[in-house]
């Protein structure tokens, strides 16, 4: 199983509030993100693929798998 966004961003030991200012967001947004109430931008998608040191098809799998936990 792929992982959710939360579970990308704590593998790197970040806090949302540390996530949200590398990427430049807000610690609400992030938040609406990793719930999946929210889909990030394409350049959004490239900063987070960056910060978590995967590919942005990994933070597309992430945000569909946490989209379907949610359902």
């Not at 999946?36 to 693929?49: C, I, T, V």
């Not at 040191?53 to 569909?64: K, M, Q, V, Y």
């Amino acid at each position: 199983m792929k992982k959710t966004l939360q579970e990308l961003r704590r593998d790197k030991n970040l806090t949302q509030e540390q996530a949200s200012k590398i990427l430049a967001i807000t610690k609400e947004y992030l938040s609406m993100l990793e719930n999946g109430d929210r889909n990030p931008s394409d350049n959004l998608k490239e900063k987070m693929a960056k910060l978590y040191n995967c590919s942005i098809a990994d933070i597309f799998l992430s945000i569909n798998s946490t989209k379907r936990l949610n359902k």
